[in-house]
């Protein structure tokens, strides 16, 4: 960063999109559980909710009751990003919700010229909310496909962060995912980088958990991060009492790898930002 360097993009939290067309592969856990890490080492940070089912919604306690400003309105332009925030019971952590209503917004915007730039525009616009000003990261958790939602968490974004399952068809589909990010970098968002893949749901016990963990890093290098998610009952038990795992039993293996795995993020954002 140089002198030159405007005061206020100093300022602009890192914006990450945990992104994978695959549906259960733990893009919701690991934002609420990365998101959750990340608050208890200091960092402040906001979750948005892009999935019309609304899990990370639900797993950090906000129910759907109360969510009467959502992402939906953010991406159809009725609200700024800031009034759709919800504080959580993690301190340092907020989340902007979705409901169902998201599985409408693809045609609400279809034929605006601005339909992919949305979600950015909402972010760029939070510099100016005192709601806002503090936070240091933004995850995106993106719905299980590569729609114009999706889309638009990549061209908000400052990198992706793949969550990949330790299971026999974890690399199905990642070239159609790599190429998706490629697109948006020759178009839309020219700065998109790769954060990292982060292997999850590993069962040490399986020795095909075991093989295709030697696969992907085989595939992927060093893109992978060094921490792996174990697969831990605690972590699915989590959500249902509206808790992140780190909350619910901060001691379980999986709560212990999402610490890991913040401080990996930490320091590859770091050595990003100096590239
Ligand atoms: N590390 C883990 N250990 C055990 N269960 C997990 C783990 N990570 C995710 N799960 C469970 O797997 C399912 C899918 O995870 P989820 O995060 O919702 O995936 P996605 O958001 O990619 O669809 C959920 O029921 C979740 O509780
Ligand atoms: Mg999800």
Same mark, same amino acid.
């Given at each position: 960063?140089?002198?030159?360097? *405007? =005061?206020?993009?100093?300022?602009?939290?890192?914006?990450?999109?945990? $992104?994978?067309?695959?549906?259960?592969?733990?893009?919701?856990?690991?934002?609420?559980?990365?998101?959750?890490?990340?608050?208890?080492?200091? #960092?402040?940070?906001?979750?948005?909710? +892009?999935?019309?089912?609304?899990?990370?919604?639900?797993?950090?306690?906000?129910?759907?009751?109360?969510? !009467?400003?959502?992402?939906?309105? %953010?991406?159809?332009?009725?609200?700024?990003?800031?009034? /759709?925030?919800?504080?959580?019971?993690?301190?340092?952590?907020?989340? $902007? *919700?979705?409901?169902?209503?998201?599985?409408? %917004?693809?045609?609400?915007?279809?034929? !605006?010229?601005?339909?992919?730039?949305?979600?950015?525009?909402? =972010?760029?616009?939070?510099?100016?909310?005192?709601?806002?000003?503090?936070?240091?990261?933004?995850?995106?958790?993106?719905?299980?496909?590569?729609?114009?939602?999706?889309?638009?968490?990549?061209?908000?974004?400052? /990198?992706? +962060?793949?969550?990949?399952?330790?299971?026999?068809?974890?690399?199905?589909?990642?070239?159609?995912?790599?190429?998706? %990010? &490629?697109?948006?970098?020759?178009?839309?968002?020219?700065?998109?980088? =790769?954060?990292?893949?982060?292997?999850?749901?590993?069962? *040490?016990?399986?020795?095909?958990?075991?093989?295709?963990? !030697?696969?992907?890093?085989?595939?992927?290098?060093?893109?992978?991060?060094?921490?792996?998610?174990?697969?831990?009952?605690?972590?699915? #038990? $989590?959500?249902?009492?509206?808790?992140? $795992?780190?909350?619910?039993?901060?001691?379980?293996?999986?709560?212990?790898?999402?610490?890991?795995?913040?401080? #990996?993020?930490?320091?590859? &954002?770091?050595?990003?930002?100096? /590239?």
């Amino acid at each position: 960063m140089n002198a030159l360097t *405007p =005061i206020s993009s100093s300022r602009r939290p890192r914006v990450l999109a945990l $992104a994978n067309q695959k549906g259960g592969v733990g893009k919701t856990t690991t934002a609420i559980n990365l998101g959750t890490a990340l608050a208890a080492i200091g #960092e402040k940070v906001l979750i948005i909710d +892009l999935d019309p089912q609304g899990n990370a919604s639900t797993g950090l306690g906000v129910d759907r009751k109360s969510r !009467a400003s959502s992402t939906y309105d %953010v991406l159809c332009g009725d609200i700024g990003l800031g009034q /759709a925030l919800q504080e959580t019971a993690v301190p340092g952590l907020c989340i $902007a *919700p979705s409901t169902l209503d998201l599985l409408g %917004v693809e045609l609400e915007i279809a034929s !605006a010229k601005d339909r992919a730039h949305r979600l950015k525009k909402a =972010i760029d616009e939070i510099a100016d909310d005192q709601r806002c000003c503090d936070l240091t990261y933004i995850l995106i958790d993106c719905p299980p496909s590569l729609s114009l939602i999706t889309i638009n968490a990549m061209t908000a974004a400052d /990198a992706v +962060l793949v969550p990949l399952q330790c299971e026999f068809f974890a690399l199905e589909g990642l070239s159609q995912l790599l190429k998706t %990010v &490629e697109q948006v970098r020759n178009g839309l968002n020219p700065r998109l980088m =790769i954060q990292g893949v982060v292997l999850t749901m590993y069962d *040490p016990r399986n020795n095909l958990s075991g093989q295709v963990m !030697a696969d992907v890093r085989e595939f992927l290098g060093e893109k992978v991060y060094e921490t792996v998610i174990p697969r831990n009952v605690r972590v699915s #038990e $989590a959500p249902s009492y509206g808790k992140p $795992a780190l909350l619910y039993d901060l001691r379980c293996s999986g709560s212990q790898a999402y610490l890991r795995l913040a401080s #990996e993020v930490i320091k590859r &954002e770091r050595e990003l930002r100096a /590239a």
